[in-house]
C-alpha cells in the first residue's frame, strides 16, 4: 500500500494544513498515483493557477515486484520552473532531476517537495510505503 498526502502551501498559509488531499493504492503491480493540475489524470490536484506543476508532475508507479517508485515527468518546456527535492526519513534532502525517477524504500516515508522558482510557494508530497 502506498499513502499520500498532499498540502499546497503559498508564503500567505504556511503552516496550514487546511486542504490537505490524500490518496492510496495497493501494491500491486501497474498501479499509477499521479500529482499534478489535471484533474482528469491526477488523484492529487493543485490549484490550476500554479503554473510551476505541469499537468502531471509526478507519478508513482508501482513494480513488478511490488515496490513504488516516483518519476518527475518532463513537461512541454525544457527548462521546469519548479525544482523537487525527496526527502526520506532521517535522510538528507536530494534533488530529484527533471525526468528522473528514485525507488521508494518498502516501509519507509518521507516527503517530496515541488517548490516554485519564482515565488514562495511549494507542493508538500508525504508518502508512506507499506509493505
Not at 508564503?11 to 501497474?30: H, K, N, R, V, Y
Not at 499534478?36 to 509526478?58: E, I, K
Not at 538528507?92 to 515565488?119: C, F, M, W
Request: aromatic share 6%.
Amino acid at each position: 500500500m502506498l499513502e499520500l498526502t498532499m498540502a499546497t502551501v503559498s508564503e500567505a498559509d504556511a503552516g496550514a494544513t487546511a486542504g490537505m488531499q490524500m490518496a492510496d493504492s495497493p501494491s500491486e503491480p501497474g498501479a499509477v498515483l499521479r500529482v499534478g493540475r489535471d484533474r482528469g489524470f491526477c488523484r492529487l490536484a493543485t490549484p490550476d493557477d500554479w503554473l510551476f506543476v505541469s499537468r502531471v508532475h509526478l507519478e508513482f508507479l508501482c513494480g513488478p515486484d511490488g515496490t513504488w517508485q516516483v518519476t518527475w515527468l518532463r513537461g512541454s518546456h525544457a527548462d521546469p520552473s519548479s525544482e523537487v527535492r525527496l526527502v526520506l526519513v532521517g535522510g538528507t534532502p536530494q534533488p530529484l532531476p527533471y525526468g528522473g525517477t528514485a525507488k521508494l524504500p518498502r516501509n519507509g516515508s518521507g516527503e517530496l517537495i515541488v517548490r516554485d522558482r519564482t515565488a514562495p510557494r511549494s507542493v508538500n508530497v508525504g508518502f508512506y510505503h507499506e509493505a
